[in-house]
């Protein structure tokens, strides 16, 4: 079974600057998709940014980009000039590509603290 | 533009309880799920229903059972509540459940069992 890890339980950047979420990932699958999930206090899950596995160019949406290194398999999500509307619950996730109606996996979060 | 309803937002059970979460979607989704989310644990699968009249278990199914009463609607039930199902409920809904597709969720169920 796939999983999914998130080594940084709670991270926190000063507003304007960058942060990098880390994502890594465990699977004998080549292809696949990934994606980065955000939680703001509202409870609300919103679908950040999405990256399929036998695409090479990262996944970029706005200020939010992705380092996606298959070989490492690692995913890790950049954003650039945070706001303090960043701050919230991020989720990395995964899916098969090969399992036909395959739900997502996530990893266990990083809680994202945006300082004023 | 409701997207996906769960009812209720917030229960509090005794233990032995039993009680229904209700999810209905208006997206014409073939998919849709149930996870839990617990802190520090993140979102874990409990089931899902990859098309109408089609279940299948998740990663902690245990205590729990479902129904695709039809497309729209996807329910949860916890037939005799534990402390240990004290958690947030997540329903969510998709159109196939494979590719890239985004999931909609809903905006969740607090569930306190003492």
């Known amino acids: 079974a796939q999983t999914v890890t998130q080594s940084q339980p709670e991270m926190s950047v000063q507003e304007a600057e960058t942060v990098t979420l880390s994502c890594t990932y465990d699977?004998?699958?080549?292809?696949?998709?990934l994606f980065w999930y955000k939680q703001p206090p509202s409870r609300q899950m919103i679908l950040v940014i999405r990256?399929?596995?036998?695409?090479?160019q990262n996944a970029t949406e706005n200020r939010f980009s992705v380092n996606f290194q298959k070989a490492a398999k690692s995913f890790s999500l950049k954003i650039s000039d945070s706001q303090l509307g960043d701050a919230a619950m991020y989720f990395c996730a995964y899916r098969s590509l090969y399992s036909g109606n395959t739900p997502l996996v996530f990893g266990k979060g990083t809680r994202l603290s945006v300082i004023a | 533009n409701a997207g996906v309803t769960q009812t209720p937002k917030f229960q509090v059970l005794k233990t032995g309880q039993s009680m229904t979460l209700q999810c209905a979607q208006d997206?014409?989704?073939?998919?849709m799920y149930w996870y839990r989310q617990d802190p520090g644990m993140g979102l874990r699968l409990i089931y899902y229903s990859a098309s109408e009249g089609t279940t299948d278990k998740g990663e902690v199914p245990n205590g729990y059972n479902v129904s695709r009463l039809n497309k729209r609607e996807f329910s949860l039930r916890l037939e005799s509540a534990a402390p240990s199902q004290t958690s947030v409920y997540f329903c969510?809904?998709?159109?196939?459940?494979?590719?890239?597709?985004?999931?909609?969720f809903g905006s969740g169920t607090q569930l306190s069992v003492l």
């Open positions: 990256q399929e596995a036998y695409k090479q």
């Open positions: 699977t004998s699958e080549s292809d696949y998709y």
């Open positions: 997206m014409n989704h073939n998919s």
């Open positions: 969510a809904s998709s159109v196939s459940g494979t590719g890239n597709e985004k999931l909609f």
